[in-house]
């Protein structure tokens, strides 16, 4: 079989692409230094973690609910129940946070210790102005344990469980 000048000229064009395509090639998303996108993504988590936002610090209170922010945690106690949130408090750049912790129901009279047991769970909300809505949700069932509003500076409405 014999080739005219097309048509070796349309082969050698076709195997360079083929060529092209098997080769490895920078992805969408990585820069000339050849750094990956999991790179890139860890630096912008890094400088996002960097300029986060920190809840403010002191009390938070509202109807059933009060927050105490400060730098060594956060301490969260309700009607008939507490809790803590075991990783800093911060927002993201739209106001919101979500972070882990954990709540322990509690019921008028002494506390057996087998009964006094933190269950996990997600707080999460928002703040806007110094308002904050905070939902609490258990990891394991995903009950939505509530909903409340606080406003920073006031020491909140709690009736304690008798």
Known sequence: MSFNDSQ???LSFLVTLSFAFLLPHQACGTHSNNR??????????A???ATAQRVSEGVWG??????EVSRKGTTVEFDCAHGQIIEPLTLDSTGRFVAKGT?????????RDSENA??????????KDQTMKLSITLTNSSENVGT???KHGSEGNLVKCL
């Open 62 to 67: 509202g109807d059933h609910v009060r927050m």
């Open 118 to 127: 933190a269950q996990p769970v997600t707080y999460s909300g928002n703040i």
């Open 148 to 150: 409340f509003t606080l």
């Open 103 to 111: 709540y322990t129901r509690e019921h008028g009279g002494p506390m």
């Open 47 to 49: 400088r996002d973690a």
């Open 8 to 10: 070796l000229i349309s």
């Open 36 to 45: 990956s996108g999991t790179q890139m993504n860890q630096q912008r988590n």
